[in-house]
Nanobody, 126 residues
Framework: QVQLVESGGGSVQAGGSLRLSCVGS????????MAWFRQGPGNEREGVAA???????YYSDSAKGRFIVSQGNAKNTLLLQMSDLKPEDTDTYYC????????????????????WGQGTQVTVSS
């Protein structure tokens, strides 16, 4: 059973930075890719950034130029460097994994994920 564990959320002031980490375990094959989603109360879960096996990345319009998604030293680690944070970035951020050979859609869709982390809260104050 795949497990995804996020860390790195917190509270910062506008203009600050955070780095989210996600460590995955339990994968039964090497064919998987990971992504970050966000969700607020009453909203659908939406893709923020994704990375495929070949390093090809996706960013939402709000993330472009401010966030960087990458794999850690271990392929089962996903990072999200968030800079110039804004109050509208406030949400719960979820790590997701998609097993299989297909890339994430652009934008990645929540239904594509085969596993989810528990979420980490990001709060940005003005």
């Amino acid at each position: 059973q795949v497990q995804l564990v996020e860390s790195g959320g917190g509270s910062v002031q506008a203009g600050g930075s955070l780095r989210l980490s996600c460590v995955g375990s339990g994968f039964t094959s090497a064919y998987y890719r990971m992504a970050w989603f966000r969700q607020g109360p009453g909203n659908e879960r939406e893709g923020v950034a994704a990375i495929d096996r070949d390093g090809y990345t996706y960013y939402s319009d709000s993330a472009k130029g401010r966030f960087i998604v990458s794999q850690g030293n271990a392929k089962n680690t996903l990072l999200l460097q968030m800079s110039d944070l804004k109050p509208e970035d406030t949400d719960t951020y979820y790590c997701a994994a998609k097993e299989g050979t297909r890339r994430w859609s652009r934008p990645p869709e929540a239904y594509e994920a085969t596993s989810w982390g528990q979420g980490t809260q990001v709060t940005v104050s003005s």
